[in-house]
């Protein structure tokens, strides 16, 4: 999700963090924390008690913990820690967003960023340092990819936010492709939802994808949470020039298996929102020809199609839709039974818009001041 220029990275420098050696609970699901705790001597309630002060109390250290006896708090700082990593940068769009910098257990960075928007608050999350899909729009491939958050680093990021208990909403639709780091994508998601964790209804959460085979399956089946494709062309020789994605699954492969749940079909009761992000190129795919290949590819689906503006990156032949193209389509999709917004940019003074997050220059300056 970024864009990168000299202006950009010299706004924000991620420095080196020292990564405590103990091993963090933020992250662990409620077995995991029972586990943690009798492994080193005390009662599997423990892990009940610190669950809720780590997800229901959002505490900063153990010595908060007043319901567990000063012996037990010590000896749990002797192997463990909390797992917050606050964060070491931050940015401040005019029109309110601010994109945060935050460190990740392999030493490098991710931006994450939070829009405020009247009563509703959004965290767009992370769940990857770069992003293995290059797709040709977006700043994240660019980058190249340098790992996989784990489930503290997801959970940290909203953890660690200083506006945490203004959130209504989480997207994971920062850098990286959920799907290709999809266990910890899920145990992320099951500490946000279940009761034990911040207990936070599912539907306040959208996992993104562009579509990775076995693993949208996988995900479909396990997590109740909303799911958004990233469409951007429903022609497959163009959509694999802007998504190398797509020659390992077809976005019509995509929907046919979209189409197996009841959940997501036309006319069946359910609280499960799908939909479809879409950026709109000009003279690529804003043509009445795409739009027609839209419905036509949607057919049968009960979803949305969300209409985004393109932000420029460097090196690529691209450039955003006009307002009025924009509308065209929007109207017609509309017109012919799919729900079509056109989606706000939000930062993009601050380089928090849609495609172009990149933490590329600043996990070099970590790795260049390490090396010092």
């Not at 010299?10 to 029972?34: A, F, N, V």
């Not at 539907?203 to 996988?218: A, D, E, F, M, N």
Request: proline share 4%.
């Amino acid at each position: 999700m970024t864009h990168g220029t000299s202006k950009r990275i010299i706004l924000m420098d991620c420095k080196p963090q020292t990564i405590s050696p103990t091993r963090p609970l933020l992250g662990m699901t409620l077995t995991e924390l029972k586990e943690a705790v009798t492994a080193i001597g005390m009662p599997a309630f423990t892990g009940k008690q610190i669950a809720e002060w780590i997800y229901s109390r959002h505490v900063k250290s153990f010595s908060e913990m007043t319901n567990i006896s000063k012996a037990n708090r010590e000896k749990l700082a002797l192997h463990y820690n909390i797992g917050l990593l606050p964060h070491v940068d931050v940015q401040t769009s005019k029109d309110g967003t601010k994109k945060y910098l935050f460190p990740v257990s392999n030493g490098k960075c991710v931006e994450t960023v939070y829009i405020p928007d009247g009563d509703r608050a959004t965290l767009c999350v992370s769940c990857q340092v770069g992003c293995k899909m290059n797709c040709l729009f977006c700043q994240t491939g660019k980058q190249g990819f340098e790992g996989s958050l784990t489930a503290a680093d997801i959970i940290n990021q909203i953890y660690a936010l200083p506006e945490q208990e203004n959130l209504t909403n989480i997207v994971f639709m920062g850098q990286g492709e959920p799907m290709d780091n999809l266990d910890n994508v899920l145990r992320a998601t099951e500490v946000l939802t279940a009761e034990w964790g911040y207990a936070w209804s599912p539907k306040r959460i959208t996992v993104s994808s562009v579509g990775i085979k076995g693993k949208l399956k996988q995900f479909i089946e396990k997590s109740q949470c909303h799911l958004a494709i990233s469409l951007h062309s429903p022609l497959h020789e163009q959509r694999a020039q802007l998504m190398p994605a797509e020659k390992a699954m077809p976005i019509t492969d995509v929907i046919e298996l979209l189409k197996t749940y009841p959940f997501f079909r036309k006319g069946e009761a359910h609280q499960r929102r799908l939909s479809f992000e879409y950026i709109v190129f000009d003279g690529v795919n804003d043509s009445n020809t795409h739009a027609r290949e839209i419905v036509r590819l949607l057919n049968g689906l009960d979803c949305r199609v969300n209409l985004i503006r393109f932000h420029n990156i460097p090196g690529i032949d691209l450039k955003t839709s006009d307002e009025k193209r924009m509308e065209t389509m929007r109207d017609y999709l509309t017109k012919h039974g799919i729900f079509t917004t056109i989606r706000a940019s939000r930062g993009q003074d601050i380089f928090a818009a849609c495609g172009l997050l990149s933490t590329a220059r600043k996990n070099e300056n970590i790795q260049n001041d390490t090396e010092r």
